[in-house]
């Protein structure tokens, strides 16, 4: 038996390599915003999310390492057995602060967030049209997915789109729930959010932001696109593991929507607590966060410079206006060479390819950090030099 599951894994292996689909696990060194791999040789590292830098602040650190001493390596059980510790509701009480909610609660990750989030809704919402923008994140997909609700894909951004199909749908019954992200993960570019508020309000929708990419960085003070709209999203979530440099997710709102997430979300309430080194981390990056707004412009004057970089050579990058910047360039096996080139001159910007992104709209994604040195996005602004324009 064991024999005949390789065959087939194998198999299916040699599929994906044909099709320019096949992933591997690189492992690296990390020092700064630095690679070094396995030979010694370095890339800067223009595809991780660590967009504030806080991964390596030392207060972080500090405050991760106090709370391992203090409470221990682990949780030891899940967060309605004995695993919420009293440090871990004062975290939440910050988080729901920086959101500007009533109540928020951290989860294991944005991905688990998502994937069960959604199905607790179903529960909670009954029979339910779902709306989601096309590019959604692929965690958003598994929720709806797991939650057995029909789901309606709306065009990237487009809310003529979305109101057409809101507008057919008005004679049937059950609620609507409308789900988005506020900064796309592979395009870099916002949501609109005041006018699909505007939108889910008309049509009596509720509304479910994912703000991976938005919390830190984007919004007043770093808290995310949804802070300019208080208490007019329903649900909102965000991850840890992006900006605020640690672990983990939340999802802010309403003290009724968490109290019953606590009751009801399995995502919640089958999983040991994450250890107290990562409620640490959070602590202190929710301290830090608010007050980075030097980081903030940095981080976004890098993005300016390579986006007028990449428009000298009319390479595309899409709608990007945010720290995460496309290029896009198509094909899969077109954008695997272009990130060997990128990897020649120690640049590290990842081809991401489908089922991440629609299939032909392989690019390379690159996201810049506030730790990323000046003459670093120089490098790789000239390195646009050796990559040709998409056909
Ligand atoms: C990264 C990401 C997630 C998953 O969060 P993790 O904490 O990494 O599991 C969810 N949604 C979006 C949009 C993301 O980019």
Redesign the pocket.
């Known amino acids: 038996m064991g024999r005949r599951l390789d065959e087939l894994a194998e198999a299916r292996l040699a599929e994906l390599a044909e099709g320019g689909r096949l992933r591997r696990l690189r492992p690296y060194r990390r020092e700064g915003t630095d690679l070094v791999r396995p030979d010694g040789t370095r890339l800067v590292d223009f595809s991780g999310?660590d967009y504030l830098g806080l991964s390596r602040h030392p207060q972080l650190i500090a405050r991760a390492r106090d709370w391992t001493e203090r409470y221990g390596a682990g949780a030891s059980a899940s967060r309605l057995v004995t695993g919420t510790l009293d440090a871990y509701v004062a975290v939440e009480g910050k988080l729901a602060a920086f959101k500007g909610a009533k109540a928020a609660l951290v989860f294991n990750?944005?991905?688990?967030?998502?994937a069960t989030i959604l199905p607790a809704m179903a529960e909670l919402l009954g029979e339910t049209l779902i709306y989601a923008d096309r590019l959604?994140?692929a965690?958003?997909h598994h929720g709806i997915a797991a939650a057995g609700l029909r789901q309606q894909r709306f065009r990237h951004n487009d809310l003529d789109h979305l109101r057409s199909l809101l507008e057919r749908d008005q004679g049937k019954p059950g609620r609507r729930l409308i789900v988005t992200?506020s900064v796309?993960?592979m395009d870099g570019d916002r949501a609109p959010l005041g006018a699909l508020i505007a939108l889910a309000e008309e049509f009596g929708a509720h509304l479910y932001v994912?703000e991976?990419?938005a919390t830190g960085v984007s919004g007043p003070q770093g808290r995310g696109l949804t802070a300019a709209h208080p208490g007019r999203v329903d649900v909102v979530?965000g991850?840890?593991?992006?900006a605020l440099g640690g672990?983990?997710?939340y999802v802010a709102g309403s003290r009724a929507l968490i109290d019953f997430l606590v009751n009801r979300c399995a995502g919640f309430i089958y999983s040991t607590a994450l250890p107290p080194a990562v409620f640490g981390a959070l602590d202190a990056a929710l301290d830090l966060a608010p007050t980075m707004e030097a980081e903030r412009a940095r981080v976004h004057a890098h993005a300016e410079r390579f986006r007028e970089a990449a428009k000298r050579r009319d390479l595309s990058t899409g709608a990007s206006d945010t720290q995460i910047v496309p290029l896009l360039i198509g094909g899969n096996m077109a954008t695997l060479a272009a990130q060997a080139r990128l990897e020649e001159q120690g640049l590290l910007g990842v081809a991401i390819r489908p089922p991440t992104v629609p299939e032909g709209e392989a690019r390379l994604r690159l996201s810049f950090s506030a730790a990323h040195r000046d003459e670093d996005v120089a490098r790789l602004c000239d390195a646009l030099a050796g990559l040709e324009t998409p056909a």
């Open positions: 999310n990750a944005g991905f688990q967030a998502n959604n994140h965690s958003l992200e796309f993960s994912d991976a990419h979530m991850t840890v593991g992006k672990f983990g997710a």
